[in-house]
């Protein structure tokens, strides 16, 4: 492990990965990669957690083709420098900021996008000119050993490397001088990460989790609005990995009044989407492992929690499945109500006043989404301004993944840093301030013996009162 | 630990944690939100500085023997700017910032808003005590945060009249001080914040951080490093040799983290390096520099030991070409010049912090650049050259917090360059804008009509959905018309 990192940071220093043809070629080689491997993509995918091929192309092959094509197109000019503003003050002089590449860079990705959420940032990685360790999760076996397997045959080895394993050698990473670190998983983990992080002053961007709220007050709108509400919901909840997202709706807070209204129209879409019953389920992923599967029976074994189902419930061990479930009012001190549930299990809170929803949000530690279904516009504005989340998305879910201009990322507990688009360069870069001077005119006012008049000089420059310098130059002002 | 001038309350976890919980109630009422709190509190600063000038300039003096030149302009003068910047630019700043949409989302709108991160705690440091206390927290109040200052003990001094200045101008229930060392700074790192911007070395840092990662409280970590000049021959030597001079001795007897740490020159040229120094340094501070008002004392006797042992190093006491007088009483060290220190001597290793400059040899100035990358990355470097391609080769290779070519220091006083460190030298940057992003949160968000509701999102999963999902992602409009029709293939 060691001579590899040794190597990386060997073929950094020859300053080959800095070039922009060869970040580009290792991007045309990733999107390659893609493109010649689709099949086998969506055969590990499926045997790690039950992905349907579409659900893979949407949530995984085709946001990472969208990644590289539009990293692709923008990478000369991120790459270029920035020309700051200098005042007169300095004339002449030249200002600018130039993005440079942090170094040798480790990622941790996570298992329930094993590609994109270790792909993506990989884009990001070359992107700024790095050379990369990436340490997918051992949780999803089968995507890991493609990614170990098949990267080596498409990009640059001695810039890029995946290592396989677990935990432990996750810790030994940890031990190491990194440039950077990119995490994406739990907080309990995160915590560590940056912990060992400390230890070297290594910059790091964790990308987190917690519980994302959807609120929902458009089921008094129209029928049609209602419904696609509902149907975003569903596909928010149960679309992404069955529930196993960082992004996926936790929890959704609804008026009392009209749950009903929304348990009904999330049943019908449930069934429409997903087959009747546990027996007859399809078109949704599985649970990635007995532990998990384990950890989300129990969020139910509380008697409170089981007597709040209103639909589902069902599991079926041997093929870790859950159906999708649904749970009214559950005991908001329960497991399932303050831990991120991570699965395919819906608690609905009632509130007497949908506006309720910004208290109870704000009870909780700030999510890495909040979802809101209003049309309101007053309310939107407050939940604006009264929350705090990664990311506001109105009237949908998911989908603000797919925004390239939008950053991804949370804040508290779900996280700091960002990514995606260009964000994912910067994050990945280091924004290096240079200013040029001439030797010419020299400022005397600059040097000692400290007099009055060159305090008064100063004083003056430094508000940019080059009216005043001039009176004070022609004698006109006394000190 | 109690001061010795008066009684002041000692914090301790119980204490600090009620702290942190009072600012929580203050930020919760959303006070530090509006633009009003924060226009006046900006304002307050500014008539702060400009109704206690004397005194700052005078604690200041107490502390670091600072000239009054140095303290007005550097301290007062860069604040206040800082100050005014925030406030001519605050509403700006505060708008939301739209974002671009694609195909993929059709119809939607997104923008990114920026919002407070909530309590965060500056820790600063003793050299520059006043700026670097301050001018952390313009950021942190234009960005909408409550803040707690822990100023540095090692400038007690300033670190008082801060504690009184905070209390009486600006919002004490938003905006306090805590005085105190080691245990009250180890009391407040135990309590979670939104952020923690530190100044100072990398050894605290590392204690900051590690305490931070407990919490998931990002930091922006302001170190330090060993600042290079890199001074190439065919220059105008005399002003080169005065830049350097007031960016190693000018700032804070080069007790700052951006001053020259030492000089990277070529072997022919070393001598009339050298005897341009001698000129200048007498020019400035006179024949007997011991004596010259104009130039701070070294802050402490812990600090004038740590100098003094670079200088006796075996291999290095015979390298002192100018200079090396000390005056222990007073705190004093003259400006000292060494000449071809060892590579591997202490004072070339450590930070020097102090008014000491080694000069380095090397053969030819293209050599400079392997000697700077051995090291650790620094929060600035210089070069010295009127040759296109050294200043290009010098950009390009050497990897430092900022640069700065043919002068010293004067970025710092650059608004619209980020100040920050790389690698050993920091992470994160403010000044200018910088400050206010650094104390933000930049919420993404989307709007999202009903309208068009893709139906390739939803299951049933099938074939053509496939394929009209990868034209989509494609963003081709023919591709996708050819997938609606069933032409392409899944």
Redesign the interface.
Known sequence: MEKSIAELRETFKTGGTKSISWRKSQLKALLQLINQNEDSIFKALDQDLGKSPVESYRDEVGVLKKSVTYTLSCLEKWVAPKKAEVPLLFFPAKAEVMPQPLGVVLIFSSWNFPFTLALDPLIGAISAGNTVLLKPSDLAPACMSFLVETIPKYLDNKAVKVLAGGADIGERLLQLKWDKIFFTGSPRVGRLVMAAAAKHLTPVTLELGGKSPAIVDTLSTTPSKAKVTAKRIVGGKWGPCTGQACIAIDYVLVEEKLASTLIELLKKTIKRFYGENIKSLKNISRIVNKHQFQRLVNLLKDPDVADSIVYGGSVDEEKLVIEPTILLDPPLDSEIMSEEIFGPLLPIITLKNVEESIDFINSKSNPLVIYAFTEDETFKKRILSETSSGTVTFNDSMVQFLCDSLPFGGVGQSGFGRYHGKYSFDTFSHEKSILHRGFYPEIEPRYPPWTDFKLLFLKLAYQFDYFGLILLLLGFKRS | MTSEVENKPVICTESAKELVKELRASFAT?KT?SYEWRLTQLNAMVKMMEEKEPQIVAALHDDLSK???ES??YEI??L??SCRLAVKNMKHWMMPEK????L??FP?S?E??S?P??VVLVISAWNYPFLLSLDPIVGAIAAGNAIVLKPSEIAPATSLLLARLVAEYLDSSCIKVVEGAVPETAALLEQKW?KILYTGN?RV??IV??A???H?T?VV?E?GGKCPVIVDSD??LQ??T??I??GKW?CNNGQACISPDYIITMKDYAQKLIDSFKCELER???KNPLE???LSRIVNSNHFARLSKLLDEDKVSSKIVHGGERDKENLKITPTILLDVPRDSLIMNEEIFGPLLPVFLVDKVEDSFDVINSGTKPLAAYLFTNKKKL?EKF??TV?????????TT??L??P????GG???S????YHGKFSFDAFS??????????AC?AFV??????RG??GL??A????SILGIIRALLGWSKA
Not at chain 2, 99 to 102: E, I, N, Q, Y
Not at chain 2, 426 to 429: E, Q, T
Request: no cysteine.
């Open positions: 959303g939100k000239p009054e030149l007005s302009i003068a860069m206040k700017n974002a671009k949409t694609s993929v989302t939607s997104a990114i808003v919002e991160l909530g939104d990398g840092a590392r951080m590690a931070a990662a407990k998931l990002p970590m170190l220059i105008n002003v080169a005065r830049r001079i007031a000018g400035f501070y006179g010259s008002k104009d200043k950009v390009a990897s430092a917090g900022g640069l700065v070519i043919n002068d004067v970025h006083a650059e619209t360059l980020p100040f790389v690698g050993d920091g992470m994160g940057a949160h930049k919420k993404a968000v989307l709007y999202r009509g009903f509701d999102r939803y299951p049933p999963y099938t959905k496939l999902l990868r989509l992602f494609d963003g």
